[in-house]
């Protein structure tokens, strides 16, 4: 492999990474609260849809960003409401979601496009290129000229990582999703904090759909986030939960994306297939060697009662 | 009057149970004021609606002389109220410093300022003789350690009124004697205390005063200074000690099941064995008196084969046991009430008649072809006779078994077990939380069996039922057999000093 | 108890008319007529002996891994992977045909049980996970369907593909299963996925194995207790439930599909989960709401064509049935509800 190839695949990586992480923060944040939600690719389907419909007809990107992760806490608070006010199973919404939420955003698409429509496309957001930095042989074009998105989830792990080791804040939201019997005798709100964990998890699921039809591609269509979700599930678990494992992982997995993609048009040598079954493949053998070991935070999936007998 | 504390005519219900009925209870400053009660007496339930947990149904709560609503545990921690719960509250992912400040408002700002806390939680831990060390991780610490964290929350929050929820329930002796001078140093700086506990040793040497709970009511408040243990005993329990009335049996016949040096997660004094030898023999009760979380319960599993015994042998109707499941304990007729009957013993989900033939549709009267076919005409028949034989008031044979009270649940545990006319019968805690007739009940029930020539062995920490029941009694202290003592004129004095350790 | 067995039936029934009212809502919201839009539904479904059949054929996967959750559930087995077992079935079954190269009645037996065996492999691999490591099944089980579906993604385009379109070569026509009435799509696969579903409802209530599979599933901690070996129970739901969906995918790709192609099988595996527990887990239930999305999907298609109402509309009426379902069910073990539920029935009766 050439220098050339290599970055090629490298860049793609990162845009390929992006989606993931914003998703893999989403659920990051969800288990550190306890609630293990795989409606990821509901919540991103949504996401999707909003950001292109506000795209494509306000012509900006950036709020097309922001409605969409609106629109992802939006479909988020049905979960939020069915797990944590009625201490229903998680998987089972989660699972509602994957089904209700890409079923809504294809209807409302049919609905503002017609049945049978043409392609609509919006407008991409545009790249912006760090001075002097982008200049920077190799490391340049990978790293410094890239959308505000790729910029502002790298920062967001940063602040990701402060945040649940260093604050205050951090510490009693890691608390409710370890022992929340324990939080709420210190005085913590546990249902609340369910509740903002959920927020966050739909805005920022919401905003990684969104960042697929607004600096991904500019069209919508059905089945647009093809299980990215689960990738980014499989992120957080192989991440164990913090931060700059998710990154790490997020990383790997958007390298192994890139691979196939590259492959898928180059050679015949190796199935690309095998190249995207790596993420699933690799979680399970880590969840196998480290066991119930490294099982994440100790009460997700858990339904809270307060009042127990 | 120095009065920190009242709580009035505190009421709580769960469904149609009353945990707590019109409790009245008050604590002065700089006093140790301890709650005595049986399991199930309402002590933790009350301790739950002062802290904020639960909500009363009724009553009211005065702080200083005002009335106070205390809608959660954030609140009763403003109020100066804090609780050492008996399972630890601690996030054990973290360490012993994050676990302290959790939760902590008093400070301004988004990070933690470790210097200035650790500082802080340093001095507290000087005054009170609490050392720890702050970096170690909750799972790396030992039990007593934990709770001097937790009572180093509880300071660090500012609590005046500290709530110690059977705080000796997992310490060894040494830890013990280690927190009652912690108790003195805390009195002397003028907090308050609530001691939780059912030892009348250690209420004695550690209370100032004692509110005894019997049944979610209050019985009585005392001086400690102005009683003896027999009147508490006797005000716990409601009754004067023992008054025997089951004839005890004269001769037993042959070991049914014999433990000869067993040994289990023998490192842990609450939940292993220690070098146990016992024998049980048919047409006798063998009695086993201790407080609760002395190794009973993996005595129970290890004699029903639910685990296996880790050091030495167990002997089953003269064979060696060495790897047999309780299906095979089952199959040589051992008949097992469990500790917990909703989570061991009961399918809830069930019907009370399938939970009646949970062990037995494999047995040719119930099916055809092997298993492939269940005789349903049959079950309900056979349902049917036990309903009228055990006497269980249930609406059908088709009510899910949760929803019937505790006593027919035991009821048709009793009717499983002792249809199979079992050789060895082992009861754990048979009648804990039933009303005093279907107690009455079981018990008859039982001696019933031994007359019939069935071994028992009855593990129960409710001590006035061991002497009652048993015709040998043993002592169970941090999993050793403590003493083996007769059932006839059993002297309760050496007795009760076993189930201390002494 | 009989309230509770009421409720059980009340819930999911409530839940579908109040997603069908909400259904309604939206295509009126869409200025269309509602009552024209259900006649063009049932059109579709019902119309005519060919519509017909085609819900009969549309059923037909979706009882497969209806059963196949309703068994794993009723061990307290949390399989999520029919659809991985249902792929893993019809890959065996259309590879073993293939390479076999003969055709016949006996090659389509042998590509069934292949079918089977393969869909019990995949669930037996979770299962062991859970048994040996201790590992959550509901991740696990994801994770198997997407290497499961890569897979299959493997198969059409590079190691059976044919020609230039990424797709495999068909079932010889000797082989696919056969035709009741040679008119109507529907093949024997229907009365073997009726008879599978007769027969789970047999074992799980009338045998003896079968009740003490549901013991062990409501809880196995007293199930130990009383004999049950818990994960000898559980490991058998595993591979009995992989299989059923593993017959299943066999059964569609001779019957019904033929050949693998992109996007085979896409969300049968979930719409069983769903389906199975709006039917709250019962065999015969199961597949009566089986039927019932079967017909919803079918006739929204001559829905969207006739009225101009897309087809997701009904999509959307069926997550809003599991969300009510199931949020109906939960919130019976909220003891406040509870309470006001029974006391409600109370004063029926006293009335």
Redesign the interface.
């Known amino acids: 492999m050439n220098w050339n190839l290599l970055s090629e695949v490298l860049i793609s990586a990162v845009r390929m990474a992006t989606p993931l992480l914003f998703v893999a923060l989403a659920e990051l944040y969800s288990e550190r609260a306890g609630l293990v939600n795989i409606g990821l690719d509901g919540i991103m389907a949504f996401g999707s849809l909003v950001g292109f419909l506000v795209c494509f007809w306000t012509g900006n990107p950036f709020l097309g960003v922001l409605c969409g992760a609106l629109g992802g806490v939006l479909v988020n608070m049905v979960y939020a409401f069915c797990t944590v006010t009625l201490a229903g199973q998680q998987i089972v919404y989660g699972m509602a979601l994957n089904i209700f939420a890409p079923a809504l955003a294809s209807f409302i698409y049919r609905v503002v496009f017609g049945v049978s429509s043409t392609l609509a496309q919006a407008t991409l957001m545009k790249t912006v290129s760090i001075p002097v930095l982008k200049d920077v042989p190799f490391l340049g074009k990978l790293l410094f000229d890239q959308t505000p998105m790729v910029y502002g989830v790298y920062l967001l792990v940063i602040v990701t990582a402060i945040y649940f080791n260093r604050t205050k804040s951090g510490l009693n939201y890691k608390a409710v999703g370890e022992y929340p019997k324990a939080a709420e005798t210190m005085g913590i709100n546990v249902v609340l904090h369910k509740y903002i964990a959920c927020i966050l998890c739909g805005f920022l699921a919401g905003m990684g759909g969104a960042y697929l039809t607004t600096c991904y591609v500019n069209t919508y269509s059905d089945g647009i986030v093809a299980g990215r979700g689960f990738i980014a599930l499989a992120a957080v678990i192989f991440g164990r939960w913090s931060a700059s494992g998710v990154l790490l992982a997020c990383l790997l997995f958007g390298f192994f994306d890139a691979m196939q993609l590259r492959l898928q048009v180059g050679t015949d040598l190796i199935p690309y297939q095998l190249f995207q079954m790596i993420p699933y493949v690799m979680t399970l053998i880590a969840l196998t060697i480290f066991g119930s070991k490294i099982a994440g935070p100790k009460s997700k999936g858990k339904p809270y009662y307060r009042e127990e007998r | 009057m120095n009065e920190i504390l009242r709580m009035e005519h505190i009421s709580k219900q769960?469904?149609d149970f009353y945990?707590n009925k019109d409790i009245n209870f008050d604590v002065r400053k700089g006093e140790v004021h301890t709650l005595l009660g049986e399991n199930g007496a309402g002590k933790s339930t009350l301790m739950n609606v002062l802290?904020g947990?639960?909500?009363p149904t009724e009553g009211s709560i005065y702080l200083h002389g005002e009335k106070v609503h205390i809608e959660?545990?954030?609140?009763a921690?403003?109020l100066g109220i804090g609780?050492v719960?008996q399972h630890f509250?601690?996030?054990?992912?973290?360490t012993v410093m994050?676990n302290i400040?959790?939760?902590?408002?008093r400070?301004k700002?988004?990070?933690?300022n470790h210097d200035a806390r650790r500082k802080e939680i340093l001095e507290l831990s000087w005054r009170y003789g609490l050392n720890v060390d702050l970096e170690a991780k909750i799972t790396d610490i030992s039990v007593g350690t934990q709770q001097r964290v937790e009572i180093l929350?509880a300071l660090y929050r500012g609590a005046e009124l500290l709530i110690l929820d059977e705080p000796t329930a997992v310490l060894t002796d040494i830890e013990v004697e280690g927190l009652y001078s912690v108790i003195e140093k805390l009195k002397s700086e003028g907090k308050s205390i609530i001691f939780i506990s059912h030892k009348m040793r250690e209420v004695l040497h550690v209370s100032d005063r004692v509110t005894i709970l019997r049944a979610g009511k209050t019985i009585k408040t005392l001086e400690a200074s102005e009683t003896d243990g027999k009147e508490l005993a006797n005000l716990m329990i409601g009754r004067e000690l023992v008054e025997c009335e089951y004839r005890k049996a004269e001769a037993t016949g042959e070991p049914v099941i014999e433990l000869k040096h067993v040994s289990y997660n023998k490192a842990s004094k609450h939940n292993g064995l220690n070098d146990v030898s016992l024998a049980v023999r048919c047409g006798e009760i063998l009695g086993v008196a201790g407080v609760d979380g002395n190794g009973q319960s993996q005595l129970s599993q290890i004699v029903?084969g639910?685990t296996m015994a880790e050091a030495g042998e167990v002997v089953l109707k003269g064979c060696r046991v060495s790897h047999m499941?309780?299906?095979d304990?089952?199959?040589k007729n051992v008949s097992?009430i469990?500790e917990d009957r909703n989570?061991?013993?009961?399918?809830?989900?069930?019907t009370v008649e399938?939970n009646l033939l949970?062990?037995s549709?494999?047995n040719c009267a119930?099916?055809d072809a092997n298993?492939?076919?269940?005789k349903?005409k049959a079950m309900r028949a056979y349902a049917e006779t036990m309903r009228a034989k055990y006497d269980i008031r249930c609406?059908?044979m088709?009510?899910?078994i949760r929803?019937l009270s505790g006593g027919n649940q035991q009821k048709v545990i009793l009717a499983r077990e002792l249809e199979a006319s079992p050789d060895l019968l082992v009861a754990v805690h048979p009648t804990r939380g039933l009303d005093i007739g279907a107690t009455r009940y079981v018990r008859d029930t039982m001696i019933e069996a031994r007359d019939k020539g069935c071994a028992v062995l009855l593990i129960s920490a409710d001590f006035d039922e061991v002497l009652q029941m048993s015709d040998r009694i043993i002592v169970m202290f941090e999993g050793k057999v403590m003493g083996e003592y007769s059932g006839k004129n059993p002297p309760i004095q050496a007795i009760s000093l076993a189930m201390a350790g002494k | 108890m009989q309230k509770t067995k009421l409720l059980n039936v009340l819930i999911p029934v409530l839940s579908i008319l109040l997603a069908f009212v909400i259904g309604m809502l939206i295509i009126l919201a869409l200025g269309k007529n509602p009552a024209e839009a259900i006649g063009y539904l049932m059109k579709g479904a019902f119309g005519s002996k060919t519509n017909l059949a085609n819900t009969v054929v549309r059923a037909m996967p979706l009882i497969f891994t209806g059963l196949s959750t309703c068994f794993a559930y009723r061990c307290g087995v949390f399989n999520l992977g029919g659809e991985g077992q249902f792929l893993a079935g019809s890959m065996a079954a259309i590879t073993v045909t293939l390479l076999i190269g003969h055709e016949g009645w006996w090659v389509t037996i042998v590509a069934v049980l292949a079918g089977t065996l393969m869909g019990g492999i995949w669930g037996l691999l979770p299962g062991i996970l859970k048994t040996w490591r201790g590992l959550n099944e509901m991740i696990t089980t994801i994770m198997f369907n997407y290497v499961a579906t890569l897979f299959m993604g493997y198969l059409y385009t590079t190691a059976l593909r044919e020609g230039s379109v990424p797709q495999t070569a068909p079932v010889p026509d000797t082989t696919k299963i056969g035709r009741i009435i040679p008119d109507l799509r529907i093949t024997w696969g229907i009365v073997v996925a009726i008879l599978l579903g007769v027969a789970i409802w047999y074992f799980l209530f009338y045998t003896s194995k079968g009740f003490q599979l549901r013991a062990v599933g409501f809880n196995p901690v007293a199930s130990s207790y009383n004999g049950l070996s818990v994960k000898r129970y559980m490991l058998t739901a595993f591979i009995v439930s992989g299989a059923i969906a593993g017959l299943g995918g066999a059964c569609d790709i001779l019957g019904t599909q033929f050949r693998l192609i992109s996007g085979y099988g896409g969300g049968y595996g979930f719409d069983g989960v769903a389906l199975a527990l709006i039917a709250q887990l019962h065999p015969l239930a199961t597949m009566a709401v089986a039927y019932f999305f079967a017909v919803l999907r079918v006739g929204s298609t001559t829905m969207q064509v006739g009225t101009g109402v897309p087809t997701s509309v009904i999509d959307i009426i069926q997550a809003l049935v599991i969300i009510f379902a199931v949020a109906g069910s939960s919130m019976m073990y909220l003891p406040k509800v509870r309470k006001f539920v029974m006391n409600l029935f109370e004063k029926k009766e006293a009335v």
């Open positions: 769960f469904g945990a802290i947990l639960y909500q959660s545990p954030a609140q921690v403003r609780m719960h509250m601690l996030v054990e992912a973290m994050q400040i959790l939760g902590d408002k400070y700002g988004l990070f933690i929350k029903t639910v499941t309780a299906a304990f089952i199959e097992h469990p989570r061991m013993g009961l399918v809830g989900n069930m399938e949970l062990k549709t494999q119930f099916c298993g492939w076919h269940l349903k609406q059908s088709e009510q899910e929803s």
